[in-house]
C-alpha cells in the first residue's frame, strides 16, 4: 500500500529575480533553401554565441547577468525561469529550489507585468510576439513554429478575461539580425523586436553558459525598464515593476517531441505553454507530490496538486490545458485591460 509521504513544495523551475532593490550579422540565405539547414546557421551565428559562452564561462549565475545589464541601456534582466524536467526527488535535489508561493499568499504572478498603453512600447494596448523560423525547429526534427502561435492563442483566447490581444509580428532574421538582448553580449544590444521574442531552439551550451544544465528545458528571462539611474520603473503606479519585453530559449539538446506520449520525450506545447505564461506575468502555483511505500522509499511517482500549467514541474506527460488557478491568476492580470 502507498501513502503519501511528503507533499514537497518544490520547484524545479528556478526562479532569480534580479530586482533593482537586490543590485542596485547578417545571414546570408539562399532563397531557393525552402529546408533550413541549420549547421549553416550555427555557423553565421556562431561567433555570437561563442563569445557570449566564453564571455561568460565560470562565472556565477547573478554575476552573468550582472555584466549583460551593464551593456544594457532603457532596461534590464530583471527575473529568469529555468525549467528543468522532474524525474525523481533526487533529481529534484539537484536543482535550485525555490518556494512555490504560499496558498494563502494569494500572489501567483510575478513582480513585474506589462501595462497597457506604456508609451514606451509605443502606446499599444495589445501584446506582441516573434517567432525566429530558422530556430524553430528542433535538433530532433519538431518543427514548433505553429505550436508556439497555438500556445500563445490559449493564453489569448481559452481564459474567462480574454481582454488582451496578443499578436504574431512580422519578423526577419535575415533583415532583422539576432533578436536577442541576451546573446548580443559584448556587441551593441540589438532589439528588442516585440513584447515577447520566442528565440526558439539554441545549443544547449548557451544554456551551461547562464548557470542553467543539459536537463533544462526551456528559460524565460523578463527584462524590466529602467531610469536614468538604471533603476527599474513603475511609472503607472500598480505596484508592479515595468516589463519591457521578455525573451524564451528551449535547448535544443532535448528530446523534444509534438505529443509527449513516446517516453523519455518533452511535449513541445506543455513547456511553451508554461513559459509563455511567464512572459505575460504569472508565477509559479501549485504542488508536486511524491509518493512512497511504507519502507519509505520513493516508488517513481510524482503528481501535481492541482495540474496547473504553471506548476513548475515536467512530469513525463502533455499539460496543456489551463486550469482553473491559471485561468484566475491570468485574469487578475488582464481582467481590466486596457484599463486598470
Ligand atoms: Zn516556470
Not at 104 to 122: A, I, L
Request: charged share 20%; proline share 4%; hydrophobic share 35%.
Amino acid at each position: 500500500m502507498k501513502t503519501i509521504k511528503s507533499i514537497l513544495t518544490l520547484a524545479v523551475c528556478a526562479g532569480v529575480a534580479l530586482t533593482s532593490c537586490s543590485e542596485d550579422q547578417k545571414l546570408n540565405t539562399n532563397q531557393e533553401q525552402t529546408v533550413y539547414n541549420k549547421k549553416d546557421l550555427k555557423f553565421s551565428y556562431g561567433n555570437a554565441f561563442e563569445s557570449f559562452a566564453k564571455n561568460t564561462k565560470k562565472k556565477h549565475r547573478l554575476q552573468v547577468f550582472q555584466d549583460i545589464n551593464e551593456t544594457l541601456d532603457g532596461y534590464r534582466i530583471a527575473q529568469v525561469e529555468i525549467y528543468d524536467v522532474a524525474k525523481s526527488p533526487e533529481a529534484i535535489d539537484n536543482v535550485t529550489v525555490i518556494p512555490i508561493p504560499d496558498a494563502s499568499s494569494n500572489e501567483y504572478r510575478t513582480g513585474f507585468r506589462f501595462f497597457p498603453n506604456d508609451p514606451r512600447r509605443n502606446g499599444r494596448d495589445n501584446l506582441t510576439y516573434i517567432t525566429v523560423s530558422e530556430f524553430s525547429t528542433s535538433a530532433n526534427g519538431v518543427a514548433s513554429e505553429q505550436i508556439f502561435d497555438d500556445m500563445y492563442a490559449v493564453w489569448e483566447n481559452e481564459t474567462n478575461c480574454n481582454n488582451v490581444s496578443i499578436d504574431k509580428q512580422d519578423f526577419s532574421l535575415d533583415i532583422n539580425g539576432l533578436p536577442s538582448s541576451i546573446l548580443s553580449f559584448g556587441d551593441e544590444p540589438l532589439g528588442p523586436f516585440a513584447d515577447n521574442n520566442i528565440i526558439g531552439y539554441i545549443p544547449s551550451f548557451l544554456f551551461d553558459a547562464i548557470g542553467a544544465s543539459a536537463s533544462t528545458l526551456a528559460v524565460t528571462f523578463t527584462f524590466a525598464f529602467t531610469d536614468e539611474n538604471g533603476v527599474s520603473t513603475d511609472i503607472n503606479g500598480d505596484g508592479k515593476i515595468d516589463t519591457s519585453h521578455t525573451e524564451i530559449w528551449f535547448n535544443d539538446s532535448v528530446n523534444w517531441s509534438n505529443d509527449g506520449l513516446e517516453p523519455g520525450s518533452v511535449d513541445v506545447a506543455s513547456v511553451a505553454l508554461h513559459e509563455f505564461g511567464h512572459s505575460v506575468g504569472l508565477d509559479h502555483s501549485g504542488t508536486l507530490l511524491a509518493t512512497f511505500d511504507n519502507d519509505g522509499q520513493f516508488t517513481g511517482e510524482l503528481n501535481y496538486v492541482p495540474t496547473n500549467v504553471m506548476n513548475p514541474a515536467y512530469i513525463e506527460k502533455p499539460k496543456r490545458d489551463l486550469a482553473g488557478d491559471d485561468n484566475a491568476i491570468y485574469c487578475e492580470n488582464f481582467s481590466a485591460w486596457p484599463y486598470y
